[in-house]
């Protein structure tokens, strides 16, 4: 089945405390993204990747990285996290920068 | 860069009822315009989309129409369901050139 899985779904950690949430497709898609989505605020996009170590800011991309090193998997990494980065998480991936595939989200709550 | 309203921030319907939910963006040279339907706790799924070579889609219940001079495109769904109670995003991109810029979306309520 193509699908975009995230890991974990659901996130309780404490200010500092680095985390990495996980994100891979099975469709050979090039590009790939990272939103996050705030009440009121819509989808903002994080990061975003047209192939392998090919990576660039997108909207809001304060006191986050990310990194591409094989076409499946970009994951998103919180060096030291923050109340307000206390969010629902997805990451997307696309065939032409176009149409977006999304995963199924990550809810992280920043202590 | 480009800026994507929407409107209404929600929407109440009862069943059977059309629902319009209406976008304006700001950056004249964008050409792809995507509407994606998110259900609760679930990642938001493309449902429609438009090019600017084209002033209107339908796809069963739903179309979308675009006008370019106005710089607007909206979202119609005609004789609504229980099941199109969701989130809408709308969202617009020149294509090749940047990325997806979102709405802020539009809850739909559709009561049986």
């Known amino acids: 089945e193509a699908q975009v899985t995230q890991n974990p779904r659901y996130l309780i950690t404490v200010t500092g405390k680095k985390l990495t949430v996980t994100c891979s497709q099975n469709?050979?898609?090039?590009?790939m993204s990272w939103y996050r989505q705030d009440p009121g605020l819509g989808l903002r996009q994080i990061y975003y990747?047209?192939?392998?170590?090919?990576?660039d800011k997108g909207d809001v991309p304060e006191g986050y990285k990310v990194s591409r090193k094989e076409k499946r998997n970009f994951p998103l990494i919180l060096e030291s996290p923050s109340p307000n980065q206390t969010s629902l998480y997805f990451c997307?991936?696309?065939?032409?920068?176009?149409?977006?595939?999304f995963g199924p989200g990550t809810r992280l709550l920043v202590l | 860069g480009e800026n994507v309203e929407q409107h209404p921030s929600t929407l109440s319907v009862q069943e059977g009822d059309s629902a319009v939910i209406k976008c304006t963006y700001s950056?004249?040279?964008?050409?792809?315009f995507p509407w994606y339907k998110q259900e609760l706790g679930k990642g938001p799924q493309l449902i429609i989309d438009?090019?600017?070579?084209?002033g209107e889609k339908k796809d069963q219940r739903i179309a979308v129409t675009l006008n370019k001079t106005a710089k607007h495109f909206s979202l119609h769904i005609t004789e609504t369901q229980p099941e199109d109670s969701a989130v809408y995003f709308c969202?617009?991109?020149?294509?090749?050139?940047?990325?997806?810029?979102f709405g802020k979306g539009t809850m739909l309520l559709v009561s049986p």
């Open positions: 438009i090019r600017s070579n084209v």
């Open positions: 997307a991936s696309s065939p032409d920068q176009e149409t977006q595939y």
């Open positions: 469709m050979n898609h090039e590009y």
């Open positions: 990747s047209m192939n392998v170590e090919v990576t």
């Open positions: 969202a617009a991109v020149l294509s090749g050139y940047s990325t997806l810029t």
């Open positions: 950056d004249s040279a964008s050409n792809y």
